[in-house]
């Protein structure tokens, strides 16, 4: 015996449900939180209607809409002066007269640079 589902659209704003084919689907974000809303025609045409001022003003995001904004409080790393190879054995060198223990490869503490950069203004 054959068996066919059928999925039926009911519509999130009337609750009557959407004809086959009519069903439009809007996603979208506010304050981090996602939501998704089915409508027929008719109410899909008065919900853009709706936006319609808020999008104008809105600037458009090429990111992630779902990607969540940081923290409050959440601090940015610092970043870090990658220099040329000169310029990092120039630091290594003078943090080393300075006595300060780095390594002869990878990364240079953050202080240290800091410390090299404000002995050289």
Do not use: C
Not at 45 to 74: C, M, N, Y
């Amino acid at each position: 015996m054959a068996q066919r589902t059928i999925v039926t659209y009911y519509d999130d704003l009337d609750g009557k449900p959407i004809d086959d084919g009519l069903a439009q689907t809007f996603e979208f974000t506010v304050d981090g939180v996602t939501y998704e809303l089915d409508l027929r025609p008719a109410n899909a045409d008065a919900f853009r209607k709706d936006l319609t001022h808020w999008i104008t003003i809105a600037q458009r995001q090429k990111r992630d809409a779902t990607r969540r904004p940081p923290a409050a409080g959440t601090r940015k790393r610092r970043k870090t002066v990658a220099g040329t190879k000169e310029q990092l054995a120039a630091i290594r060198a003078w943090a080393k007269t300075h006595g300060y223990q780095v390594s002869d490869r990878g990364r240079i503490p953050q202080h240290v640079i800091d410390q090299f950069e404000a002995a050289h203004r």
